[in-house]
Each structure stands twice: as structure tokens, then as C-alpha cells.
């Protein structure tokens, strides 16, 4: 049974910083991409941060230079860096991977970033 945990959420105020963890277990087949996602109150969810198998990575303009995703094949984790946070950034942010079995996602952190 595939299982993402993601930790690292919490209450910032603007302009500062938090890191976003998560690790998938059971997966069984290697992992074609690993992603963040985030979704706001009464908003669809958003990608934030994707990263190949290969660590081709991209991110939408909102968080260009300012978010960085990062992984460890080796040991199925995914990581954002978060930088320069801004209100606008408050969301559940959740932890995406796929393979070729599937896409799965992890249960959410929420991040807070108070002005």
C-alpha cells in the first residue's frame, strides 16, 4: 500500500521561510515525477513544484524564485523550500507522486503565512 507523509507545515508570518517534507512508502514501481500541490479555501487545487526522475524541475510564476523543490530518489522523498512567503501563499499544500502504477497524494499540511 502506497503511503505519502508529509510534515512540516506551520504558522509563518510574511516574508519568512518553511520547508516542506514528504516520503512515500510502497511504492513499487520507479517513480516517473514527484510534485507539490496546494489548494486554498474555495480554490481548485494548484501545482506549485514538480521534479522529474531525472530533476528537471518547474514551477508556475507565482512561486518562481522563490520556492525550491528538491528530492531523493534513493529514498522516495520530496522537499519544498519556501522562501519569501506571502499571505496569498496560505493553502493545504500536498504531496504528489506518480509511477506507473498511479498518482497518489499525501493528506495535507496546512501552511499559514500571516501579514
Known amino acids: 500500500q502506497v503511503q505519502l507523509v508529509e510534515s512540516g507545515g506551520g504558522l509563518v508570518q510574511a516574508g519568512g521561510s518553511l520547508r516542506l517534507s514528504c516520503t512515500a512508502s510502497g511504492i513499487s514501481a520507479s517513480i516517473n515525477y514527484m510534485a507539490w500541490y496546494r489548494q486554498a479555501p474555495g480554490k481548485q487545487r494548484e501545482s506549485v513544484a514538480i521534479?522529474?526522475?531525472?530533476?528537471?524541475?518547474n514551477y508556475p510564476d507565482s512561486v518562481k524564485g522563490r520556492f525550491t523543490i528538491s528530492s531523493d530518489n534513493a529514498k522516495n522523498t520530496v522537499n519544498l523550500q519556501m522562501n519569501s512567503l506571502k499571505p496569498e501563499d496560505t493553502a493545504v499544500y500536498y504531496c504528489?507522486?506518480?509511477?506507473?502504477?498511479?498518482?497518489?497524494w499525501g493528506q495535507g499540511t496546512q501552511v499559514t503565512v500571516s501579514s
Open positions: 521534479i522529474t526522475s531525472g530533476g528537471i524541475t
Open positions: 504528489n507522486v506518480n509511477n506507473y502504477w498511479g498518482n497518489y
